[in-house]
C-alpha cells in the first residue's frame, strides 16, 4: 500500500457540501421531529398539573369562610408546580445528547454541528416555554389566579418582576437545565459512567469545599443577604456563569464522544 | 436529484493505511490497510468481534483511530461534514432516539441525504411491512433491521455502509433486501460495503471480498478470482490422493473409498487430467472456501492434512 499520498487519487465527491447554516438547522429540526416530547406532551403535563391545582383551590376555597378565602389562597403563591417544566427539559436535553447523537452521527453529522445545532435547539426551545409561560402568568393575573385567586405561574419568586424580567428568568432557568443535562449526557457519552462518577465527586467536592468556606469564614449572612440584594433577577442573571460553562465545557466533550457500538 | 452522474473515477472510495484502533489493553483494529474502490459492492466478512463494525465506524467517523490514516474520498472523514455527507452508515447497533418511530426516520432522513427517493422508501416500507407509527423500541429484530435497510437503500449515499444488514430478517425479506440492492445498484452505481455471516447468500452481490479476524485482513481479493481459485475433487480415493500430490489441499473429507478434497488453482489442463483420471471436479462456495482459509484448523491441521506445495 502507498498510501502516504492521498493527493493522487482526488476522487469525486457526491453533490456539494450543505451549507453551514443547513447544516446546523436540520439539526435543530432532527432534535424536534417528534413534537409529541418537546412540545405536546409537556403541555399537557403542565395542564394536567394547572387543573389539579386548581380543584385544590376549589376545595380550599369551598372549605374556607368567605372572610379566611383570599388569606388562604395567599399560601398557593409558594407553589413549585410549574418547577417540573425545568425538569422535564433537563430530561430533554439528556435525551438529545444520548440517544440523538449516536442517531445523528448514523446520518453522518459531525460532532461539531451536532453540538452548535443542539444548543441552538436550546435556545429555541428556552425562548419558546419562557413566552408561553410569561403569557400564562399574564393570564393567571388578568383572571385573578384563574377565578379563585390561585398561583401557579405567579409564585412567589415571579410575581413582582415585568413582563421583560419573567421572560429572562424562565429562559435563563430552562437553558440552566438545558445545559446541565447536555453536559452529564456528553461526559456519559465520552466517559461513559466513569465520566459521570468523577464529575459527580468533583462537584460534591466542590460544594463541601464551598460550604465549609463559608461556614468557616462565616459568611452565611453574607450569602443571604445577597441573595436578597441581587433579587430573583440578579440570582437568575449569576445562573447564566454556569450555564455557559457547562455548555462550553459539554461541546468540548462532546467533540470526542463516540457512540457505543 | 437522483440522476446525478456516479463517480466514475477509478480513485479508491476509501484508503486506509496502517490503521490500528486500540480499546484499552485491547487492540480492535491492528494495523489495517485497505482500498475500498468506487462504484463496486464490497463484502466485509468475518466472525462476531473480528472488528467489522469498529473498522465502519473509523471510516465513517464515528471513532477516532488509535493510529494509522484514513482518507474518504481523499480526506480525512472524521468532522468532515464534505466528507460525511456522502455516507450512510445505519449500524446494526444503531441506537434511535427513546421516543422516535420509523415515520420519525423516513421524516428527517430527507433532510440529511440529499440523494434521498422518498418513493423509493415509501415503496420498501411496503415491501418490508414496516409500521411506520409504533416505537422503534417496540418493533422485533427483524423490523429494526428493516428500518436500517431502507435508510440505507432509499438514502443513496455514494458510500453506503450495510452492517448485518439482515439480523433477524426472515427469508423472504433478505431475498427483497439483495433485490433492491441490485436493481437499485445498477441505476445508481454507487459504493457499497455490506457486512455479513450469510455469505453465501450475498456471494452473488459481490465483487469484491475483504474478510477480517481478530483485527486484521485476512483476505481482500475479487470475488471472482476467489471462487475459481478453488475446487473440490471427487473421487476414488487413491485417483484423488494422486490428483492432488503436490498440490494446496484445503481440506479433506472420505468416505469408504470415497475421497472429497478441496484444493488451491486449478487451471485447464488440471481439469483435463482430472477428466481423464474419472474424477468429479465441484466448486466451492465462497463460505466454505472462505471458512477453509481463515478457520480455525491448527489442533486438526494433521487430522485434516494441511499440506503446502511451494
Known sequence: MTAAHPGIHPAPLGGRPAAPGARLWRVVRLNVVNKWTVIWIPAMIMFFIGLVNWLIWLIIWTASAPADRADAMEGTQWSGAAFYIFVYMLVVAIQIVSATFPFALGYSVTRRDFALGSGITFLLLAAGYAVGFTALSAIEEWTNGWGLGGHLFTSVYFADESIGGRLFMVFSAMLFFFAVGAFAAALFMRWRMNGILAAGAAFALLLVGTIALITFTQSWPAVGEWFVVSGPIGVTAWLLLPTVLAAVAGYAVLGRATPRS | ?310
Open chain 2, 1 to 310: 436529484m437522483s440522476a446525478a452522474p456516479a463517480p466514475t473515477s477509478i480513485a479508491p472510495a476509501v484508503q486506509v493505511t496502517g490503521l490500528t484502533k486500540r480499546f484499552g489493553s485491547f487492540t480492535a483494529i491492528d494495523d489495517v490497510s485497505l482500498r475500498i474502490e468506487s462504484g463496486r459492492i464490497h463484502g466485509l466478512l468475518g466472525r462476531n468481534g473480528a472488528g467489522k463494525t469498529t473498522l465502519m465506524q473509523l471510516i465513517t467517523g464515528q471513532d477516532f483511530a488509535t493510529q494509522g490514516d484514513i482518507r474518504v474520498f481523499g480526506e480525512k472523514p472524521t468532522e468532515n461534514a464534505r466528507v460525511l455527507q456522502n455516507i450512510c452508515f445505519i449500524k446494526e447497533s444503531q441506537r434511535y432516539p427513546e421516543d422516535f418511530q420509523p415515520k420519525h426516520v423516513l421524516r428527517s432522513a430527507p433532510w440529511f441525504f440529499e440523494n434521498w427517493d422518498a418513493d423509493f422508501a415509501a415503496q420498501l416500507v411496503e415491501e418490508f411491512r414496516l409500521p411506520l407509527n409504533r416505537r422503534i423500541k417496540k418493533l422485533s429484530r427483524g423490523q429494526l433491521s428493516a428500518v436500517g435497510v431502507i435508510v440505507g437503500l432509499a438514502s443513496r449515499a455514494p458510500l453506503t455502509f450495510f452492517d448485518e444488514p439482515y439480523l433477524g430478517l426472515d427469508a423472504v425479506a433478505r431475498q427483497l433486501f439483495y433485490d433492491r440492492l441490485l436493481e437499485d445498484f445498477a441505476e445508481h452505481p454507487r459504493t457499497v460495503v455490506l457486512s455479513t455471516h450469510l455469505i453465501d447468500e450475498v456471494s452473488n452481490l459481490l465483487e469484491r471480498v475483504v474478510v477480517i479476524d481478530q483485527g486484521r485482513i485476512l483476505m481482500d481479493e475479487d470475488a471472482d478470482t476467489l471462487r475459481t481459485s478453488a475446487t473440490t475433487v471427487v473421487g476414488p480415493r487413491g485417483a484423488v490422493e494422486a490428483f492432488v500430490r503436490g498440490r494446496e489441499v484445503l481440506h479433506r473429507d472420505g468416505l469408504g473409498g470415497l475421497s472429497s478434497v478441496t484444493v488451491a488453482g486449478i487451471g485447464p489442463a488440471d481439469r483435463a487430467e482430472a477428466a481423464a483420471s474419472g474424477l468429479e471436479l465441484a466448486p466451492v462456495s465462497l463460505q466454505q472456501l472462505i471458512v477453509r482459509k481463515t478457520g480455525v484448523r491448527e489442533p486438526d491441521a494433521t487430522e485434516t492434512g494441511i499440506e503446502q506445495s511451494a
